[in-house]
Structure formats: C-alpha cells, structure tokens
C-alpha cells in the first residue's frame, strides 16, 4: 500500500445506515485501523452522540475537549478538535453527548446541512481517507455527512427487513445526490454480523446480493466474539486480536475499498 502523498484532498467516505446495532461503529474503527496499517492517513469523524467510536479507540471523555459539536455549531475546526490515537496514522475527532443537541441547533444554522463539508474542505492536506461514523438516524448529523461525503459505505446486518431499512437509505442517498451532492456514490454495503449457522443470515445475504450485485462487497464480516469484546479494551479488534475472524475479515474489506478507489494495496 501506497499513501497518496502531500497536497491532496482526502477521499471522504460516511458509514451510514439509520438502523442502530448493525456495525457502523464497528465497520469505521476497524476499517480505519486496517487502512492504517497498509500506509493510509486516516481520520475518523465521530458524529454519533453515544461516542462509540470514541470509547473504542481508548479516548475517555476528559480527553475530548473540542469535538465534532464544536466543529459543527461553535466553528472550531477539525485540526483543532483531531486527536491521535494509539493507531500509528490513525486520528479521530471525537463526540461527546452535547451532539445531540446539535441535530435541533442547526435547523436555525443558514447552510445547516453544510457545516461538515465546510470544515473538511479546510482540513490539513495530512489525510488520505475520512471515515464518518454515523448516528442511527436520517436527521441533520447524518445529511451533513453525506453532503459532504464522496461515497456511502452502509453495514447490513444479515436479518429480516434489512432489504427494506436499506431502501430508505439508498432513496435519501438519491435525494442528496440531487439536492447537493451530484458525485455521491455507495461505495458498497458490507454484510456484517453473519452467523454461518443461521440459515437466515443466507438468506437475506442471498436476497441482498440478488437485488444489489456487484455493491455488495465479497467480504462478509462474520458473527464473533472477539469482535464484541474489542471496544470494552478501549481497542480495535485487529489490535486486540490480530487473527481472529472477525480481524482478518476488516483486512479484507480494507482490501476490497482500496481496489474500488483505485489504489492498489
Ligand atoms: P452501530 O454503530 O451500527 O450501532 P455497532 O458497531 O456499535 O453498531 O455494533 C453493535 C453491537 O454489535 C456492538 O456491541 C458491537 O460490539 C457488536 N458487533 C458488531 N459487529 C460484530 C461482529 N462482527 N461480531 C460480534 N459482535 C459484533
Ligand atoms: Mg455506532
């Protein structure tokens, strides 16, 4: 893997689906951490009031002082709010629980679905992807990150009406493309929690790849418990355990995203 070197805009990518539980905190740490590891600067833009991303890294809430709130209502900036994390490459701008505030604080904002995008067009040219973990809901946190979003990477848990939860997606997908952001695409949705033993986790798989094809990555992020215990370590899984399935499923999506942009790892 090659990063992209100075003086260029980062590659944008919001892991979105309004569905809570379905590995969208998951999915960002630990794509974030595969992509790090084959050489890419990576920063995640925590815009979930639960912080998950956050408390995964190991970022106690003393340390968030300036967080993805500010950056968006109080108009700090994202240099300011970045933090590292123990991830060689890897920042993070954290959230705190006053973000939920700001789903109702910026409907009085002029452009208020373009905070985000604002503050990433001045983000220091260091960055080769951002990864913008997603509250569970369609709200306003959610539209600022696909405003300002190159692509849409969407986790699907494997179990019944996951094609219809997803269709209100891919419409609100539809509807920013053409209100505001013509070049948006789903960079792929990740089947994630799949329980081999489950013949419903096949099925739907099945069903979901029938109607999306070719978007739905090959890689499926598999039902494990190492995954699961991870985030209580303040760590992600590929950092608490390197070669369980779970960890040697993210190295292969990483793999998989790499080659959809274009860059060969
Ligand atoms: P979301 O951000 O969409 O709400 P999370 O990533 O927080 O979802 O995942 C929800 C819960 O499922 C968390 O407790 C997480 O640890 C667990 N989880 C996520 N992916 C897996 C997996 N592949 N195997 C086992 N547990 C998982
Ligand atoms: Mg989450």
Redesign the pocket.
């Known amino acids: 893997g090659q990063s992209q070197g100075m003086g260029h805009r980062p590659r944008i990518i919001a892991v979105a689906?309004q569905?809570?539980?379905?590995?969208?905190?998951?999915?960002t740490i630990n794509l974030a951490t595969a992509l790090a590891a084959v050489n890419q600067r990576v920063l995640i833009v925590d815009l979930?009031p639960q912080g998950?991303a956050s408390t995964g890294l190991g970022l106690r809430p003393s340390d968030r002082q300036i967080s993805s709130y500010d950056v968006l209502i109080n108009g700090n900036s994202l240099e300011e709010a970045r933090q590292d994390t123990a991830i060689p490459r890897l920042t993070i701008v954290p959230s705190g629980m006053d973000l939920s505030g700001a789903e109702i604080e910026l409907v009085d904002f002029e452009r208020r679905e373009m905070q985000l995008k604002e503050s990433l067009a001045k983000l220091p040219q260091d960055v080769d992807y951002v990864l913008i973990?997603c509250p569970?809901s369609l709200g306003l946190l959610t539209l600022n990150a696909l405003v300002a979003s190159d692509a849409v990477l969407v986790?699907l848990q494997c179990e019944f009406f996951a094609l219809e939860g997803i269709s209100h997606l891919v419409r609100t997908i539809k509807r920013v493309k053409k209100a505001f952001n013509p070049e948006l695409e789903i960079q792929g949705i990740v089947l994630?929690?799949y329980d081999k033993r489950n013949n419903l986790s096949a099925q739907v798989a099945n069903d979901v790849r029938d109607y999306f094809g070719d978007v739905v990555y090959r890689t499926v992020?598999?039902?494990?418990?190492r995954?699961?215990e991870a985030?209580s370590h303040g760590t992600p899984v590929l950092v608490y355990d390197m070669k369980c399935p779970?960890s040697r499923a993210y190295l292969n999506l990483a793999s998989e995203v790499l080659k959809r942009e274009g860059v060969k790892a």
């Open positions: 689906n569905k809570g539980g379905v590995g969208k905190t998951t999915t979930d998950n973990d569970p986790p994630t929690m992020i598999p039902r494990n418990v995954v699961s985030p779970g």
